[in-house]
Structures are given as structure tokens and as C-alpha cells.
């Protein structure tokens, strides 16, 4: 029956009336079109016919008689008089059978198997659920990874970024939060990632075990700006989709960087300045309304727990996309270079990284566990030069003893696996690291 449920939708999408402009102006990269004001706002999609080329395009300006569109590549071979046709609003149709599917940002398969749309259209660019009526965070998340389940804990509609610069273990950490997190469906943004990156990430990094309960939708590095920012938008109205249908979901979001540098080419093409590092000033904005859309749902509804990648050079926490991000968000992870060098992963700098989960996701005995881990951690560090440099004298001071000797197994332990839950890896944590006697 789904499949006749399938075509009626493929059926019912299809348009027999088309509105339809010409083309009168071609400067800079961009299309003015005639016939199509009074009837075009910001954001709709077109198509632009070209003889037998076909050119999809954005509208990103209306005066009184004309619509300025920026062409999703080069117009060449476009001319004069040639039809420009109003598609409207960007909408995608998510549907269940798309759980296990690789998408591309307009809902088309990926992987060489029909896949067909869903019964309702859903807004690529939804607003928020309403602030006041959104329940609050939930419960504690199993994840697989003992340094989540006890340090840095995740909960049900949380939110947190994922900041880290390129070889440090990124996707494979997300990978991980794929196979282990506890969710219902799970939904993975691959935005400008390398071509060749995409089979290996679904293949080995997720496995059949991951894939079989996540939707990927991606566009790769050498797609437009237009097709690399809509991916973004497309993964989240998915992950609504299911979100509105009671379930957990879990997003994520590789990266949020790429996603952010697409809008600046869409932006500065439009016109807008780039006085933000060269990011224009809608590129807050831009992120913000993207990560305000996952987090807790509304009574009744499911929660979208989201992770958001952010590609920081040099480990740079105050540029732009970092700083606008972090600002956000319910919690940040930082993933240090230095630490996946010396093979320890995933390659986590504890004391950069916060849970604003904390203190509420844990007990009194567990928030006294993961002070006392921090502050080893702390003053491990603050005399790890000395100690290394044999210029410490041990009993000089009671915590750096601790520190030093704690250090190898708060190290092992951060590297360690969870298979069995929350309440094991607190076990464990209290076993393995924080047992003095």
C-alpha cells in the first residue's frame, strides 16, 4: 500500500500550470527575468530554459517590474527572451520509508533505489516551536562513549557543538554518536563534504547498524552554494518531520562551517556586504534560526537532539561561525590536535569543553565525581611542564601527587566504550579513576 501511497504523492506534486517570465538582463553571474514580480518573493526557486539546458536558480531581489535570480551555476548559454518558470516556496516531502536512504537536498535518492515523497509538504526554512510552549531538556542520553555518559553528558533535546579543525577524529566521533546514541531516528546533514568521503562515511564510519535507522541527505564540495546551503535546511525538515510524528531524533549537522560559507557566496553575490571577517551579517541570523529549530518539541511532539559541527583552523574558538555558534547552543565540545597525536580518541579537551546539561543531568554523588575528575585534570595540567621537566618535587602538593599519578587512567578512560549505560560508566568512572584507596 505505501507504494500507491507514493505515486498519489508524486502525482498530486506534479504542477499543470506553470508561471512564467522572461529573461531580460544578464550581469555578473546573475539573471533579470520580466512577468514574475507580482508573483515571486525572496527565497522562491526557479528554473531557468535555455534551448534544451535547464538552470534551477534562487530569487534574491524583486523591484517593481523585475526579479533578480542567482543561477545555481554559470549562466552560459543563457539568453534573451529565454523562460524563466516559478516553482514557488522550496518544499520538501519526507516520508518514513526515506529511514535507511541517501538523499540529496531535493529529496532525491542517492543510492540507485526509487524513493518516493512523502503525503504533506514541509517548509525548508520552518520557523522555531513557539518559545513558551517548548517542554524543557530531558532525560540523560545513553551514548556508547564513557566520557559522554558521565563528564560531558547529553540529554534528550540538548544541543551541543562539535568544534574541532580537519583530521582530528571529527566524523568518526560522529559516526560513534550514530551507532550508539539512544534515538528513534537519526538524521545526518553532510554539507560540501569531498565526493569521495560520502561511501566511506555511510560504509564504514556508520555501517549497516547505523544506517539502518538514519536518513543522510548531502551535497557535496562541488555543488553550488545554493544546493550546499539548502542541504542544511532539507536534513532539518526532515528531522521535524519525524520530530512531529512523537519521536526522538537525533541531528546532525557536518558542518555547520560549510553551511555558513555557502550563505556568504549566496550573500555577497546578492549584495550583501561581508563585514563580519567576510561574513555578511545575515550569516548570524542564518545559523541561530537553524539551531533554533532543534532542541525540545511542544506537548505532544517528539525532540530533536542535535549535534553541530564547526570546523575551527588553528583552533580558533573566536572566529565568526565558532563564536556564533557557541553562543547558542547547550554545550560544546573541543577537540584538540594535540590530543589525537598522541592517540588517544575521541581526542576531547575536557577542560575546554562544557555540558550546560550540568548540574541537573546528574546526581549530587556524580556532579562530585566530575568536579573531582576536573580538577585532577586541571592542575595536571597547570604543572605538566614542571612534572616533565622533573623541576616538581612529589608531596610539594597533595592534588598535583593525584594528578599524577590519576593521570594515566583518567586518559585510558576517556578513550573507553560504554556499551552498558549511564549508570555503568559512573561505575566504572568511580572504579578505574577516582577509588584512592
Same mark, same amino acid.
Given at each position: 500500500?505505501?507504494?500507491?501511497?507514493?505515486?498519489?504523492?508524486?502525482i498530486?506534486?506534479v504542477?499543470?500550470?506553470?508561471?512564467?517570465?522572461?529573461?531580460?538582463?544578464?550581469?555578473?553571474g546573475?539573471?533579470?527575468?520580466?512577468?514574475?514580480?507580482?508573483?515571486?518573493?525572496?527565497g522562491?526557486?526557479?528554473?531557468? #530554459?535555455?534551448g534544451?539546458?535547464v538552470?534551477?536558480?534562487?530569487?534574491?531581489?524583486?523591484?517593481?517590474?523585475?526579479?533578480?535570480?542567482?543561477?545555481?551555476?554559470?549562466?552560459?548559454?543563457?539568453g534573451?527572451?529565454?523562460?524563466?518558470?516559478?516553482?514557488?516556496?522550496?518544499?520538501?516531502?519526507?516520508?518514513?520509508?526515506w529511514?535507511?536512504?541517501?538523499?540529496?537536498?531535493?529529496?532525491?535518492?542517492?543510492?540507485?533505489?526509487?524513493?518516493?515523497r512523502?503525503?504533506?509538504?514541509?517548509?525548508?526554512?520552518?520557523?522555531?516551536?513557539?518559545?513558551?510552549?517548548?517542554?524543557?531538556?530531558?532525560?540523560?542520553?545513553?551514548?556508547?562513549m564513557a566520557?559522554?555518559?558521565?563528564?560531558?553528558?547529553?540529554?534528550?533535546?540538548?544541543?551541543?557543538?562539535?568544534?574541532a579543525?580537519?583530521g582530528?577524529?571529527?566524523?568518526?566521533?560522529?559516526?560513534?554518536?550514530?551507532?550508539?546514541?539512544e534515538?528513534?531516528?537519526?538524521?545526518?546533514?553532510?554539507?560540501?563534504?569531498?565526493?569521495?568521503?560520502?561511501r566511506?562515511?555511510?560504509?564504514?564510519?556508520?555501517?549497516?547498524?547505523?544506517?539502518?535507522?538514519?536518513?543522510?541527505?548531502?551535497?557535496?564540495?562541488?555543488?553550488?552554494?545554493?544546493?550546499?546551503?539548502?542541504c542544511?535546511?532539507?536534513?532539518?525538515?526532515v528531522?521535524?518531520?519525524?520530530?512531529?510524528?512523537?519521536?526522538?531524533?537525533?541531528?546532525?549537522?557536518?558542518?555547520?562551517?560549510?553551511?555558513?560559507?555557502?550563505?556568504?557566496?549566496?550573500?555577497?553575490?546578492?549584495g550583501?556586504?561581508g563585514?563580519?571577517?567576510?561574513?555578511?551579517?545575515?550569516?548570524?541570523?542564518?545559523?541561530?534560526?537553524?539551531?533554533?529549530?532543534?532542541?525540545?518539541?511542544?506537548?505532544?511532539?517528539g525532540?530533536i537532539?542535535?549535534?553541530?559541527?564547526v570546523?575551527?583552523?588553528?583552533?580558533?574558538?573566536?572566529?565568526?561561525?565558532?563564536d556564533?555558534?557557541?553562543?547558542?547552543?547547550?554545550?560544546?565540545?573541543?577537540?584538540? #590536535?594535540?590530543?589525537?597525536?598522541r592517540?588517544?580518541?575521541?581526542?576531547?579537551?575536557?577542560?575546554?569543553s562544557?555540558?550546560?546539561?550540568?548540574?541537573?543531568?546528574?546526581?549530587?554523588?556524580?556532579?562530585?565525581?566530575i568536579?573531582?575528575?576536573?580538577?585532577?585534570?586541571?592542575?595536571?595540567?597547570?604543572?605538566e611542564?614542571?612534572?616533565?621537566?622533573?623541576l616538581?618535587?612529589p608531596?610539594?602538593d597533595?592534588?598535583?601527587?593525584?594528578?599524577?599519578?590519576l593521570?594515566?587512567a583518567?586518559?585510558?578512560?576517556?578513550?573507553?566504550?560504554?556499551?552498558?549505560?549511564?549508570?555503568?560508566?559512573?561505575?566504572?568512572?568511580?572504579e578505574?579513576?577516582?577509588?584512592?584507596?
Amino acid at each position: 500500500m505505501w507504494v500507491f501511497a507514493g505515486l498519489q504523492a508524486e502525482i498530486g506534486a506534479v504542477q499543470p500550470v506553470h508561471r512564467l517570465g522572461r529573461v531580460v538582463e544578464l550581469a555578473r553571474g546573475m539573471v533579470v527575468a520580466t512577468g514574475l514580480s507580482g508573483l515571486a518573493v525572496l527565497g522562491d526557486r526557479v528554473v531557468i #530554459r535555455a534551448g534544451s539546458r535547464v538552470l534551477p536558480g534562487e530569487v534574491v531581489k524583486i523591484a517593481r517590474d523585475l526579479v533578480t535570480i542567482l543561477p545555481e551555476t554559470a549562466p552560459e548559454g543563457v539568453g534573451i527572451a529565454d523562460a524563466v518558470i516559478l516553482e514557488g516556496v522550496p518544499l520538501i516531502a519526507p516520508d518514513a520509508s526515506w529511514i535507511g536512504r541517501i538523499i540529496d537536498p531535493f529529496g532525491q535518492p542517492l543510492d540507485g533505489r526509487p524513493l518516493f515523497r512523502g503525503g504533506q509538504d514541509r517548509p525548508l526554512r520552518a520557523k522555531a516551536p513557539a518559545a513558551a510552549q517548548r517542554r524543557r531538556l530531558g532525560a540523560r542520553l545513553a551514548t556508547g562513549m564513557a566520557v559522554f555518559d558521565t563528564l560531558l553528558p547529553v540529554v534528550r533535546g540538548q544541543r551541543i557543538g562539535l568544534f574541532a579543525g580537519s583530521g582530528v577524529g571529527k566524523s568518526s566521533l560522529l559516526a560513534r554518536f550514530v551507532r550508539g546514541m539512544e534515538a528513534d531516528v537519526v538524521v545526518i546533514a553532510l554539507i560540501g563534504e569531498r565526493g569521495r568521503e560520502l561511501r566511506d562515511f555511510t560504509e564504514r564510519a556508520l555501517g549497516a547498524q547505523g544506517l539502518r535507522r538514519a536518513v543522510v541527505v548531502t551535497a557535496t564540495s562541488d555543488q553550488p552554494a545554493l544546493t550546499r546551503r539548502r542541504c542544511a535546511w532539507t536534513a532539518m525538515a526532515v528531522a521535524e518531520h519525524f520530530r512531529d510524528q512523537g519521536l526522538h531524533v537525533l541531528f546532525l549537522a557536518d558542518s555547520v562551517t560549510r553551511f555558513a560559507e555557502a550563505h556568504r557566496e549566496i550573500a555577497l553575490a546578492s549584495g550583501e556586504d561581508g563585514s563580519l571577517r567576510g561574513y555578511p551579517p545575515s550569516t548570524a541570523h542564518m545559523i541561530m534560526s537553524l539551531a533554533e529549530r532543534a532542541g525540545p518539541g511542544l506537548e505532544g511532539a517528539g525532540d530533536i537532539t542535535a549535534i553541530f559541527s564547526v570546523l575551527v583552523a588553528g583552533s580558533d574558538m573566536e572566529e565568526p561561525v565558532a563564536d556564533i555558534l557557541r553562543g547558542v547552543l547547550d554545550g560544546h565540545v573541543v577537540l584538540d #590536535r594535540r590530543i589525537a597525536e598522541r592517540g588517544r580518541f575521541p581526542a576531547i579537551d575536557l577542560l575546554r569543553s562544557v555540558s550546560r546539561a550540568l548540574p541537573e543531568a546528574a546526581t549530587l554523588a556524580e556532579n562530585a565525581q566530575i568536579a573531582k575528575v576536573r580538577r585532577l585534570l586541571g592542575a595536571y595540567e597547570q604543572s605538566e611542564m614542571m612534572v616533565r621537566a622533573g623541576l616538581y618535587q612529589p608531596g610539594s602538593d597533595a592534588l598535583i601527587d593525584d594528578a599524577v599519578r590519576l593521570w594515566p587512567a583518567i586518559e585510558a578512560y576517556l578513550a573507553e566504550d560504554a556499551p552498558n549505560g549511564v549508570s555503568e560508566s559512573f561505575r566504572r568512572l568511580q572504579e578505574v579513576v577516582l577509588d584512592d584507596g
